[in-house]
């Protein structure tokens, strides 16, 4: 069956860096788009970003872009996210997702057929 398993998440300062990994398994992962949402206590999942099954092309939410990174590596069936400059207002449990025919540019939780456990990231100010 498909597993998505995240890690690397912790405990950052405001203004540090965190890379999260999302492993897959029991699936074509270059077949797959993979996003990233993060999900704050009492409030609805939300979409960070994406990376595109053909093309690799990343799209990010505007809160985010110009410090978190996506990126594949499909020799190793892992997708990341890179995470700079962290503001305590990011943070949340994060997720990926993947899914065989969203777009890049999808950010509706419900349009993703899998999903991992989560990993928390905590900034503190």
């Known amino acids: 069956q498909v597993q998505l398993v995240e890690s690397g998440g912790g405990l950052v300062q405001a203004g540090g860096s965190l890379r999260l990994s999302c492993a897959a398994s029991?699936?074509?992962?270059?077949?797959?788009?993979m996003g990233w949402f993060r999900q704050a206590p009492g409030k609805e999942r939300n979409f960070v970003g994406s990376i595109s099954r053909s093309t690799s092309t990343a799209y990010y939410v505007d809160s985010v872009k110009g410090r978190f990174t996506i990126s594949r590596d499909n020799a190793k069936h892992t997708v990341y996210l890179q995470m700079n400059n962290l503001k305590p207002e990011d943070t949340a449990v994060y997720y990926c997702?993947?899914?065989?025919?969203?777009?890049?540019?999808?950010?509706?939780?419900?349009?993703?057929?899998?999903w991992g456990q989560g990993t928390q990231v905590t900034v503190s100010s």
């Open positions: 997702a993947a899914d065989r025919w969203v777009t890049g540019t999808e950010s509706r939780p419900k349009q993703y057929d899998y």
């Open positions: 029991g699936l074509t992962f270059t077949w797959y788009t």
